[in-house]
T-cell receptor, first 113, second 116 residues
Framework: AQSVSQHNHHVILSEAASLELGCNYSYGGTVNLFWYVQYPGQHLQLLLKYFSGDPLVKGIKGFEAEFIKSKFSFNLRKPSVQWSDTAEYFC???????????FGAGTILRVKS | GAVVSQHPSWVICKSGTSVKIECRSLDFQATTMFWYRQFPKQSLMLMAT?????????EQGVEKDKFLINHASLTLSTLTVTSAHPEDSSFYICSANRAGVNNEQFFGPGTRLTVL
């Protein structure tokens, strides 16, 4: 069965600091990978996704993620965070041929202004 | 495009009553809809997958007789929590796959259910 682990449940950063949120999954087959963001009081929004091709994926709001197949990882990065990036971030994975998403536990990011 | 709505956004009910939650894809046809449950400070747990016109597929441990799912059309799925109890209090979120956009789900805003 697939599982997704996110390494940090809470992250606190100052504005302009760099961000990296870890995500690892356990599934040996072909995967599709996603990062979603949930701002306070709002619904889940897609930040970025990887299906195939260039393993470095760029998403909205300056976020990017790198798929490293050998490490079963899909870490999310942003060079310089803003106060408005305060939100909860979820990594999600689905296996080839299936539509079901398996979510990580989420990482709450708080950016101090 | 790809907007998913849920109604109601929150509901409070008495123990033993049933509650229906609607999930609609507003500007696209959804081949598949999904229902998730999110406990406070926890991640989303998939409850069931539904396809229009067929029975929903429930995840292990989810009682299908308690959480009734109906997918009447390509734009509407409903989740009915029957004989609700306080432990059913949670945040219920639906999502939908858009036809032709494989493996990307668009999420609704969620419904907060509180059972007294």
């Amino acid at each position: 069965a697939q599982s997704v682990s996110q390494h940090n449940h809470h992250v606190i950063l100052s504005e302009a600091a760099s961000l990296e949120l870890g995500c690892n999954y356990s599934y040996g087959g072909t995967v599709n990978l996603f990062w979603y963001v949930q701002y306070p009081g709002q619904h889940l929004q897609l930040l970025l996704k990887y299906f195939s091709g260039d393993p470095l994926v760029k998403g909205i709001k300056g976020f990017e993620a790198e798929f490293i197949k050998s490490k079963f990882s899909f870490n999310l990065r942003k060079p310089s965070v803003q106060w408005s990036d305060t939100a909860e971030y979820f990594c999600a994975v689905n296996g080839f041929g299936g539509n079901k998403l398996v979510f990580g536990a989420g990482t709450i990011l708080r950016v101090k202004s | 495009g790809a907007v998913v709505s849920q109604h109601p956004s929150w509901v409070i009910c008495k123990s033993g009553t049933s509650v229906k939650i609607e999930c609609r894809s507003l500007d696209f046809q959804a081949t598949t809809m999904f229902w998730y449950r999110q406990f406070p400070k926890q991640s989303l747990m998939l409850m069931a997958t539904s396809n229009e016109g067929s029975k929903a597929t429930y995840e292990q441990g989810v009682e299908k007789d308690k959480f009734l799912i109906n997918h009447a059309s390509l734009t509407l799925s409903t989740l009915t929590v029957t004989s609700a109890h306080p432990e059913d209090s949670s945040f219920y979120i639906c999502s939908a796959n858009r036809a032709g956009v494989n493996n990307e789900q668009f999420f609704g805003p969620g419904t907060r259910l509180t059972v007294l």
